[in-house]
């Protein structure tokens, strides 16, 4: 199963990975609707695959594809997000704009944007 990892220690918070995650999933540069995000002392959150979620969703809308990564079924999720109050990585997200969570899905297109290779692919 490929996930994101990360070295923080690399991190210059440029917010690059940020960006480029907002504009491919939401087609705008709003670090709100990032799937990753930097925090405080370089603290990068993302989602690191590890399912809890999964199991608090009341209508298993969350679910692993066949490479084990955590999806989102949009039609069956109703909005409830206890999965973002369970996350704990605190890396399920949610913004105004959308009825739905939303999380990191290990893409890459963060990590071909960061400078410092504070972000990476990595397979477990």
């Known amino acids: 199963m490929k996930c994101l990892s990360k070295n923080p220690e690399l991190c210059i918070k440029c917010r690059a990975c940020e960006e480029a995650c907002s504009k491919a999933y939401f087609k ?21 695959q590890c399912g809890e979620c999964i199991d608090i969703c009341p209508v ?15 039609n069956r999720c109703v909005g409830c997000f206890m999965c973002v109050g369970f996350c704990p990585e605190l890396a399920m997200f ?31």
């Open 28 to 48: 705008e540069n709003n670090r709100g609707k990032s799937r990753i995000r930097i925090g405080e002392n370089k603290k990068i959150v993302a989602c690191t």
């Open 60 to 74: 298993e809308a969350l679910y692993r594809d066949g490479k084990g990564i955590v999806r989102l079924n949009k």
């Open 94 to 124: 949610e913004h105004e704009d959308y009825t739905e969570p939303f999380n990191c899905v290990a893409c890459g297109i963060c990590v071909n944007s960061c400078p410092t290779e504070a972000i990476y692919i990595e397979e477990k």
